[in-house]
């Protein structure tokens, strides 16, 4: 079983209202014509790609002074509805705005109680919130540690205008993941340019996984090889980060880059298997 563990379930309407995300169309080089024009097509470009489920991702920038990011929120009522309407072949990712404090709570209670979410999407550099900030951040953590759900945490650069990556600097999780030893989680787009900082971290944390979202496997940087082939190849988990990337374009080039690079068995425990152990499927 093929699982997607990052996707954004955007539209082009939705993105094009937001410049951050059309500045990152233009870092991926993306023909805004070819977007998606509607959440039914992630489903239809999975079948094409044999993918089996995949881990749709909230967002919420509400409480958010960044201007730039007044159109990013999208809510958790639509998520769990995309995810409702796909026979549970989409796996519902809550999104909160730690600048809500209290109410980021709540919400986040509701989702997980009402909704039925199955983990949380935090993005810094999108929220100007540290991820290691005690105040704003860590009562989210206790309640999705308390609760058993994962976190998938943005970590190193990004492709999103208008924010700074100091605020996802893959380090940052070190702390959390000290303080919540309990808590699962992801961290996406291997931190970026600080993969060998990722890799330490998840080296001493058993309760980490990495992600390989947003890059095609054939850019996959050489220090992180050893690890996805051996000590940490439990761990690894095949993302895209849809739509910057489809799921065909990657495993068309996983299959010729990257599979035959890895030690028998490991390519099941990327494309899937890690990804059912963290998500308790």
């Not at 998606?36 to 991702?57: K, N, Q, R, Y």
């Not at 931190?191 to 095609?216: C, E, M, Q």
């Amino acid at each position: 079983m093929i699982i997607d563990a990052h996707v954004h379930p955007w539209t082009r309407a939705f993105m094009k209202r937001n410049g951050p995300i059309m500045k990152a169309c233009d870092f991926f080089k993306l023909d805004v014509s070819k977007l998606p024009s509607s959440t039914d097509e992630l489903l239809d470009e999975m079948d094409e790609a044999g993918v089996a489920m995949a881990v749709i991702l909230g967002q919420d920038t509400s409480s958010t002074k960044n201007p730039a990011f007044k159109n990013y929120t999208l809510r958790n009522d639509d998520v769990a509805r995309i995810a409702a309407k796909s026979g549970d072949r989409l796996v519902p990712f809550a999104g909160v705005d730690p600048n809500a404090g209290r109410d980021a709570l709540r919400e986040l209670k509701r989702g997980i109680k009402s909704l039925g979410m199955r983990g949380l999407k935090v993005h810094g550099s999108a929220n100007s919130v540290y991820l290691n900030d005690r105040k704003l951040m860590y009562p989210i953590y206790e309640l999705c540690q308390d609760a058993g759900i994962p976190v998938l945490v943005h970590t190193g650069t990004t492709g999103l205008g208008d924010t700074e990556i100091r605020y996802s600097k893959p380090e940052l999780v070190d702390e959390i993941c000290q303080s919540f030893p309990d808590l699962k989680v992801v961290m996406a787009h291997f931190g970026w340019p600080w993969p060998d900082v990722t890799v330490a971290v998840a080296l001493r944390s058993p309760n980490v996984f990495i992600d390989v979202s947003g890059w095609k496997p054939r850019y996959l940087p050489p220090s992180i090889m050893p690890y996805l082939n051996g000590i940490l190849q439990d761990r690894f988990l095949f993302g895209t980060d849809y739509p910057m990337l489809r799921q065909k374009e990657w495993l068309d080039d996983f299959r010729v880059n990257l599979a035959p690079k890895l030690k028998p068995g490991v390519s099941e425990k990327l494309l899937g298997a890690n990804a059912r152990r963290m998500l308790a499927l």
